[in-house]
Each structure stands twice: as structure tokens, then as C-alpha cells.
């Protein structure tokens, strides 16, 4: 089955950005998410990709993806403190989804 | 999008008693889903509850432990039965559309 892979931790400065990366092992996944997740709180829907594009731009946010090397990217530019939270990725379609273990982001000011 | 509300946000249990979790959704919406999430993990899809059918398990997870009701097109249930400190969990309905899938606020349940 599906598995979605990711780096457990990131830690950046203020004002920097940030990249998340996951690789998945299905490339029959639909499209591709990214959830944020802050302490406490439930999932957040932050942009997906549908899987024959490469990239998508919505404000700070830029997703990539490589469909050959199945890897998954989100880059927050000019990360702020209030961006520190666990990032899931997730690939699947219509609400059935595998999750990836999160990548705990933290912002230093 | 979908607004889902989840009630009870939170609740603590004795073991071997049940919780039932309800899921409204703002919007008729054919496919819901409930996934778990364990503490420090990712989340794990549980079941897909359709209107009108038995609710589709996963590996790992059966309808004695886990019964799901689907009675109209906004509406579930969660009930998580003769509960085990090891069912201590997020429990987060979502629903889908063709696109985008989206998340309940979750419940937190802690099992004593």
C-alpha cells in the first residue's frame, strides 16, 4: 500500500523560508496535500496538487512536485512564528487519504 | 469548502465503557470519512461511511469496536466501544469532494 514519508523535524530563523519534503510510494495518488496542524487543533487544508502538475503558487506557499522521483515539496517563504506547527503531507483523492507522520516546523524569531 | 462540527471535543472514559462521537457537516456530502489519530502519530483512515450502506473498514479496524452510522447526507457517528487505555486517540471525521478534504476540529479521548 501507500506510504508517505517524511522528515520528523525542521527549524528555521524568522523571516527565512522553509522547506518541507515528503516521497511517497504510490504514484497513483490523485492529488497531493499539505495539512497544517497547531497544537490542539484539528487539520487545516493548506493547498494540494493535482498530480500531473509540477507546481503550484497560492501566496507564500509554493508546492512541487516530481512525479518521476515522487517526491513532494511545500516552501513557506518568509516564514513567521506563527507558521510553527506540524506539517502533514498526504496523497489520495475525495477525502480517502494516506498521511505522511508530520514534520514538526519550528520558527525562531 | 465544509464547515464539520465535532462534538464532544474532548472527553475522558472509564475503560470498558463506549463513546459515541457525532459529525455534522454544513453541506449535503456523499463520502465521510473517520481517521485516527494517535498521540505523536500521523492519522490512520479508520472507516468511509456512504449514506445508505454499511460503513468500509480498514485493516485493522472492525465494525464491533468501531460502529458507524450514516443515517442522511449530513450527518455521523462514531462510537468507539468497550474502550481500552489504547483507544486513547484523536478521533477526526472529514469529508471529501472530488478535490479537496476537509477535517472536523477532532475529538480527544483519553481513556482511564
Known amino acids: 500500500g501507500e506510504d508517505v514519508e517524511q522528515s520528523l523535524f525542521l527549524s528555521v530563523r524568522e523571516g527565512d523560508s522553509s522547506v518541507i519534503n515528503c516521497t511517497y510510494t504510490?504514484?497513483?495518488?490523485?492529488?497531493l496535500y499539505w495539512y497544517k496542524q497547531e497544537p490542539g487543533a484539528g487539520l487545516q487544508l493548506l493547498t494540494y496538487i493535482f498530480s500531473n502538475m509540477d507546481m503550484k503558487q497560492d501566496q507564500r506557499l509554493t508546492v512541487l512536485l516530481n512525479k518521476k522521483d515522487k517526491h513532494l515539496s511545500l516552501r513557506i517563504a518568509d516564514t513567521q512564528t506563527g507558521d510553527s506547527a506540524i506539517y502533514f503531507c498526504?496523497?489520495?483523492?475525495?477525502?480517502?487519504?494516506?498521511f505522511g507522520k508530520g514534520t514538526k516546523l519550528s520558527v525562531k524569531p | 469548502s465544509a464547515v464539520i462540527s465535532q462534538k464532544p471535543s474532548r472527553d475522558i472514559c472509564q475503560r470498558g465503557t463506549s463513546l459515541t462521537i457525532q459529525c455534522q457537516v454544513d453541506?449535503?456530502?456523499?463520502?465521510m470519512f473517520w481517521y485516527r489519530q494517535q498521540p505523536g502519530q500521523s492519522l490512520t483512515l479508520i472507516a468511509t461511511a456512504n449514506q445508505g450502506s454499511e460503513a468500509t473498514y480498514e485493516s485493522g479496524f472492525v465494525i464491533d469496536k468501531f460502529p458507524i452510522s450514516r443515517p442522511n447526507l449530513t450527518f455521523s457517528t462514531l462510537t468507539v466501544s468497550n474502550m481500552s487505555p489504547e483507544d486513547s486517540s484523536i478521533y477526526l471525521c472529514s469529508v471529501g469532494t472530488v478535490t479537496e478534504a476537509f477535517f472536523g476540529q477532532g475529538t480527544r479521548l483519553t481513556v482511564v
Open positions: 504510490d504514484s497513483s495518488s490523485t492529488y
Open positions: 498526504a496523497g489520495g483523492s475525495q477525502g480517502n487519504l494516506i
Open positions: 453541506s449535503q456530502v456523499t463520502m
